[in-house]
T-cell receptor
């Protein structure tokens, strides 16, 4: 079965640079969620979109923004990167109650 | 206090053992409950949704106790391949809303 696709899988950036993470949900899933997981931590919710509209917002820094496009894929844009932004970024998608996670993007900020 | 709490473990058990994890949540209005499995540096994988009536999938049984605000996961006949971190997750508002995760419980199954 098709799963959530994320790209890139690994990303290395320097402080103050920008990064764009992409997520392609499972076909026919209309809701996308972004989570951040730091080393040794549990996933923390950032933001979600339902039918291309922002549906919920968590502890997402103002330096980050996201959107969902007409084909339901989503992009997380991160600017003025800081060392503390180094983490795994997961995208999840759902059509009803259950969320399925993509393989994640490992972002390293140096 | 975290909204969702788990015993971090690690639980070290021999193959064939039965092991149980508990998870408590603070918001009594929480709607949906899940167990995820996460291997090192990989994505959380949905193991089971947890229903009020309890549910079973092979060697795995999940229970929900709304009165005491906890969910449990029982693994019978542990396999080496069960070694992972088990995360409980709560969707407070139900539907298309965020999951709040516990910190995870590490399980190590040894021969």
């Amino acid at each position: 079965a098709a799963g959530v696709i994320q790209s890139p899988r690994h990303l290395i950036k320097e402080k103050r640079e920008t990064a764009t993470l992409k997520c392609y949900p499972i076909p026919r899933h209309d809701t996308v969620y972004w989570y951040q997981q730091g080393p040794g931590q549990d996933p923390q919710f950032l933001i979600s979109f339902y039918e291309k509209m922002q549906s919920d917002k968590g502890s997402i820094p103002d330096r980050f923004s996201a959107q969902q496009f007409s084909d339901y894929h989503s992009e997380l844009n991160m600017s003025s990167l800081e060392l503390g932004d180094s983490a795994l970024y997961f995208c999840a998608s759902s059509s009803e109650n259950e969320q399925y996670f993509g393989p994640g993007t490992r972002l390293t900020v140096t | 206090r975290k909204e969702v709490e788990q015993d971090p473990g690690p639980f070290n058990v021999p193959e064939g053992a039965t092991v149980a994890f508990n998870c408590t949540y603070s918001n009594s209005a929480s709607q949906s409950f899940f167990w995820y499995r996460q291997d090192c540096r990989k994505e959380p994988k949905l193991l089971m949704s947890v229903y009020s009536s309890g549910n079973e999938d092979g060697r795995f049984t999940a229970q929900l106790n709304r009165a005491s605000q906890y969910i449990s996961l029982l693994i019978r006949d542990s396999k080496l391949s069960d070694s992972a971190t088990y995360l409980c997750a709560v969707n407070v508002h139900g539907g298309y809303n965020k999951l709040i995760f516990g910190a995870g419980t590490r399980l190590a199954v040894h021969p």
